[in-house]
């Protein structure tokens, strides 16, 4: 599973702002490309993030309980950078991008929290980038 879990403190907040939402094995809350809507916490379930065509140098990854999906993209309000995937039935938490930004606004201690899933998201991504260029030299 990926570490991109949200801390109690923030799942609480996202749960409690939050509208709770069903998705089936096989469908997509996202596609690469797409405009951003807002962000997923999985509160049940997998979901399988990755570019499309899953190339060898960026493998796919599986993300589960606790893991909020879809926040690079909302906070820069540009589209999503990859595909999301659900692997197994899944309940989720949905927030806008503007009801996240309220959040943060009216809890600006959460935006530490915040920055920190960025931070493990950014960390995965030089790792995935580095493997590419290892295997392009």
Do not use: W
């Not at 405009?35 to 990854?61: A, H, Y």
């Not at 540009?78 to 692997?87: D, F, G, N, P, Q």
């Not at 959460?110 to 580095?130: G, N």
């Amino acid at each position: 599973m990926g570490t991109l879990v949200a801390p109690d403190d923030l799942k609480a907040h996202l749960i409690t702002t939050g509208t709770s939402i069903e998705r089936a094995r096989g469908t997509y809350l996202f596609r690469r490309g797409e405009p951003v809507t807002g962000i997923f916490l999985i509160t049940e379930g997998v979901v399988r993030l990755g570019l499309d065509g899953n190339p060898v140098g960026f493998p796919s990854r599986e993300v589960g309980l606790g893991s909020v999906v879809g926040l690079p993209a909302t906070l820069s309000d540009s589209s999503y950078s990859l595909t999301a995937e659900v692997l197994e039935d899944c309940r989720l938490t949905f927030l806008s991008r503007q009801s996240l930004l309220d959040v943060l606004r009216q809890k600006p201690e959460l935006c530490f929290q915040v920055m920190s899933i960025l931070t493990e998201e950014l960390a995965q991504t030089r790792t995935a980038l580095e493997r590419v260029r290892k295997a392009s030299a």
